[in-house]
């Protein structure tokens, strides 16, 4: 119990209460970059398919496959990036979705 009451004694409410809210808004914009750039991939995999003469709930399968790929492309890179990618195509071939779209 002493590490409680010395902590809560060292503890800088005002400080760290700024740093909290400093860290949060940094995150925020993080995410709302993210959330852009995924909206405007999602947006261009419909535009897609809506050429693609496809019926709509086709769009769910390719807008997941999508996102993964978006996924593997923001952890990755190099060889590890590539080889990942051959089997997502791979996994997503077997799922019946068509490579030429």
Do not use: C, D
């Amino acid at each position: 119990m002493s590490r409680i009451r010395n902590w809560e004694k060292n503890f800088n409410w005002q400080t760290e209460g700024k740093k909290q809210m400093l860290y949060r808004q940094h995150i925020k914009e993080q995410l709302a970059k993210e959330f852009t750039n995924l909206e405007k991939l999602e947006n261009a995999v419909k535009k897609i398919m809506a050429e693609s003469g496809l019926p709509t709930w086709h769009n769910v399968p390719y807008l997941n496959f999508a996102r993964q790929l978006y996924r593997l492309l923001r952890k990755h890179s190099g060889k590890t990036l590539k080889t990942e990618i051959k089997i997502l195509m791979k996994i997503w071939q077997q799922r019946q979705l068509k490579r030429n779209i």
